[in-house]
């Protein structure tokens, strides 16, 4: 009962979002008559949503694999590393031609850079051939430091010091002007993910006991993390090439529907993509009706500025972090 | 028969002195205590049987494969293994946290129930798993370890690391009833565990680790644990003490 009326709450969470995305604006509410900008609201909506479903799944699955709450892309260094390897590829791509393109990033350069993010973190918080959770957190933490002080390194390398690049791929934002085909096939990956996640989620279920415990009831642990790694890696290599690395939703999302459905991870799942999907759209929402002297808040700003006191709340709940209540 | 076959085993870990020195012994059905100092290699004993870790030299044996050879379903249907921590990074219920044990085995109904009841965890059923103590925890890992046990129906190796570490007297003693059914059951368990005169009260037979990690005695239990072999092993006095039942407890003397 619990767990229907979690996922009710969600889903009506995210109709909710998307209506505010769609119909709420600086000019005030109702959708708007001028095609072309109701369009872009809807892209950006489906965009927002997509991003958001990406992050959240990814989040909880390196949550529930690396047996730590506080585990989440952005946390380890995997958006920084995606981060860094947009403009590394951007910094080659101007050597080679002279010309920076920045609504094109390179989605090799994403991968890369995320893997090897993720790979250096997971490398460097072994101790004794076993992960250390405390270590692996401050590794990620220094990653992301370290990944993002490169960026701005290589950033500065460029034409007007990479300013064009600063705006999205920096810090993230959504602005739904990919093609449409683009964005369909991401929400497609997600999809497909979410239905992988769910056929694993027993098994996710069984690698919250020790690693012992877990081979010893018939887990197997050592596949259930490649294909982990691999899942969460491709979700926010996706998510960064659609909207620059933005954080939190990762990190709250998964806590947030671990409160409303407990932590099943078969129904977990399904309720931590609609609330990384509310929760964007909402926070692209937002951005759309504050407006700066500089033009639109960049979309990882609100995802901060809503994630984290949302997060500092359900720790203090003790709101179903690993080893809390239900 | 030969339940765990471990022939001149030896294991460190990475960048780490060696654990295990050439063990070599032959593990049968009925229960096995492993004795020793904190550090001997006991817990890693249990890995290596469990197949988590193989060994640097020599082999061991579960049905003759090394346990890491085994995957999924088939090493669940051989061995069950309990930890000396009990962490689950998960908000589960106890219930929740027993059923894990039925993960890739049938859902025999009934089965969990059992378990509970005899562990003593069914009021606890509901309650969150991490606002339990200590002791709970283990009782709890305990009735998970007993409900795959009893859903596969036929003899394995049960491996418990420790198990009645936090447990007050009546719980103890509680536990060790289940492990003698076990071993009744002609399971092989493996026990470790530091409280000599449970050892020899529960064991048929005793392996009693070194602090180089070498094999430093086995046999039957009431042999091995006795006062100069203890002595020796742990490097403090004992005092022999008999019991209302007539057996003999080992009591340390203070240093």
Same mark, same amino acid.
Do not use: F, Y
């Given at each position: 009962m619990r767990r229907v009326a979690g996922i009710l709450a969600l889903l009506l969470a995210c109709v909710a979002s998307w209506l505010f995305v769609v119909g709420v604006g600086e000019d005030g509410i109702g959708f708007l008559n001028d095609e072309f900008f109701h369009d872009l609201r809807m892209d950006r909506a489906a965009t927002a949503a997509i991003v958001g479903a990406a992050l959240a799944l990814s989040g909880m699955l390196l949550q529930a694999i690396l047996r730590? %709450?506080?585990?989440?892309p952005f946390v380890l260094g995997v958006t920084s590393g995606a981060g860094l390897g947009i403009v590394v590829a951007a910094y080659i791509g101007y050597r080679a031609? $002279?010309?920076?393109? %920045?609504?094109n990033p390179s989605i090799a350069g994403i991968f890369v850079g995320s893997f090897g993010a993720l790979g250096l973190v997971l490398m460097l918080s072994r101790r004794r051939g076993v992960l250390d959770p405390p270590t692996l957190l401050l590794v990620g933490v220094m990653i992301s430091i370290l990944f993002g002080a490169m960026a701005s390194l290589v950033q500065s390398m460029?034409?007007? $010091?990479g300013f064009e690049l600063q705006g999205r791929w920096m810090l993230g934002n959504i602005d739904g002007g990919e093609d449409w085909i683009v964005r369909w096939g991401v929400g497609g990956v997600v999809g497909i993910s979410l239905i992988v996640v769910i056929i694993l989620g027993t098994t996710l279920d069984a690698a919250t006991l020790g690693d012992d415990e877990a081979r010893s009831i018939g887990a197997d642990l050592g596949l259930l993390r490649i294909v982990v790694f691999l899942i969460a890696g491709v979700l926010t290599s996706l998510a960064v090439w659609l909207a620059g690395p933005i954080g939190f939703i990762g990190l709250v999302c998964p806590h947030a529907a671990r409160w409303l459905v407990g932590p099943k991870h078969r129904v977990l799942s399904i309720a931590t993509v609609l609330a990384g999907a509310a929760l964007l759209m909402f926070a692209e929402g937002i951005e759309d009706v504050v407006k700066t002297d500089s033009g639109r808040l960049p979309v990882g700003v609100m995802t901060a500025l809503i994630g984290g006191p949302v997060f500092v709340i359900m720790l203090r709940r003790g709101a179903g972090v690993g080893g809390g209540s239900t | 028969m030969t339940a765990i076959r471990l022939n001149r085993v030896t294991f460190s870990y990475p960048k780490g002195e060696m654990v295990l020195n050439q063990i070599t012994t032959d593990v049968p059905a009925g229960c096995t205590v492993l004795i020793g100092p904190n550090g001997a290699g006991k817990s890693t004993l249990l890995r290596l049987a469990l197949g988590s870790i193989e060994p640097q030299e020599g082999t061991v044996f579960i049905d003759q494969r090394p346990p890491a050879s085994y995957r999924g379903k088939e090493l669940a249907k051989r061995v069950a293994y309990m930890g000396q921590t009990g962490e689950v990074a998960a908000a589960f219920t106890v219930l929740d946290v027993v059923r894990l044990a039925q993960h890739a085995l049938? #859902?025999?109904?009934g089965i969990v129930q059992e378990a509970m009841e005899a562990c003593e965890v069914s009021d606890l059923r509901d309650r969150a798993y991490a606002s339990l103590s200590v002791g709970q925890r283990q009782r709890v890992m305990l009735a998970r370890l007993l409900t795959q046990v009893w859903t596969v129906g036929r003899p394995m190796v049960v491996l418990a690391d420790e198990p009645t570490a936090a447990l007050d007297p009546r719980h103890a003693m509680r536990v060790e009833s289940i492990l003698r059914r076990l071993s009744d059951e002609r399971h092989a368990v493996v026990v470790a565990m530091h409280d000599l005169t449970a050892a020899r009260r529960l064991g048929d037979r005793a392996i009693a680790i070194g #602090?180089?990690?070498?094999?430093f005695r086995e046999g039957l239990a009431d042999e091995v644990i006795s006062r100069p072999i203890m002595e020796d092993l742990f490097g403090v006095g004992f005092e022999s003490v008999e019991t209302a039942d007539g057996r003999r407890s080992l009591l340390a003397k203070p240093l």
């Open positions: 730590n %709450p506080l585990a989440s031609t $002279g010309e920076l393109s %920045p609504g460029l034409k007007d $010091g | 049938p #859902n025999v109904k #602090n180089e990690g070498t094999l």
